[in-house]
T-cell receptor, first 117, second 112 residues
Framework: EAGVAQSPRYKIIEKRQSVAFWCNPI?????LYWYQQILGQGPKLLIQ????????DSQLPKDRFSAERLKGVDSTLKIQPAKLEDSAVYLC???????????????FGEGSWLTVV | DAKTTQPNSMESNEEEPVHLPCNHS???????IHWYRQLPSQGPEYVIH???SNVNNRMASLAIAEDRKSSTLILHRATLRDAAVYYC?????????????FGQGTRLTINP
């Protein structure tokens, strides 16, 4: 079974520029998450989708961050304009209700590393 | 979300057992205890979870205190590949898809 795919793996941009990250979840997983992980800290949830609807975006800085999940499959996270403090790893994850004891286990991608200079 | 407390770092030797503690004194009666780990330059991965009874799987064992206010993740024979940050996370019972709320975790170093 293919895992959660993310791209690009690494990105360096200047402050005030824009950037977009793409995520393809595990096939059949209805729930998709975007997390931000700043160096030395645990991941922090930015937004959670159930199919193509938003369940939780309480910690998404909506003045500069946006995310969409068209057709309930792939998702894109955009930052515009970027700030220095947005330098972090952006992790996409997905989960499913199906699967017995491991339903709702969350599977993470390798992350997209963003450096803002 | 109920809070967990873990040591910032621990160190062990290869091929020895490792016991990673987690305190969760405010755990509710229905919260599950989950452990995830994050290898260098990787996203977190599921390790194990439990409610009241001790649990074993191919990766690790989870020992849960009788009062459920603490738990211990046990790696029976650590390898260099087990060097990672280990997160202990409490999750309420399944009522819809639920996020994971991460703390700082424990950074485990394995010496050859």
């Amino acid at each position: 079974e293919a895992g959660v795919a993310q791209s690009p793996r690494y990105k360096i941009i200047e402050k005030r520029q824009s950037v977009a990250f793409w995520c393809n979840p595990i096939s059949g997983h209805a729930t998709l998450y975007w997390y931000q992980q700043i160096l030395g800290q645990g991941p922090k949830l930015l937004i959670q989708f159930q199919n193509n609807g938003v369940v939780d975006d309480s910690q998404l800085p909506k003045d500069r961050f946006s995310a969409e999940r068209l057709k309930g499959v792939d998702s894109t996270l955009k930052i515009q304009p970027a700030k220095l403090e947005d330098s972090a790893v952006y992790l996409c994850a997905s989960s499913s209700f199906r699967g017995g004891r491991h339903r709702n286990t969350i599977y993470f991608g390798e992350g997209s590393w963003l450096t803002v200079v | 979300d109920a809070k967990t407390t873990q040591p910032n770092s621990m160190e062990s030797n290869e091929e020895e057992p490792v016991h990673l503690p987690c305190n969760h004194s405010t755990i509710s009666g229905t919260d599950y205890i989950h452990w995830y780990r994050q290898l260098p330059s990787q996203g977190p991965e599921y390790v194990i979870h439990g409610l009241t009874s001790n649990v074993n799987n191919r990766m690790a064992s989870l020992a849960i205190a009788e009062d459920r206010k603490s738990s211990t993740l046990i790696l029976h024979r650590a390898t260099l590949r087990d060097a990672a940050v280990y997160y202990c996370i409490l999750r309420p019972p399944l009522k819809g898809a639920q996020k994971l709320v991460f703390g700082q975790g424990t950074r485990l170093t394995i010496n050859p």
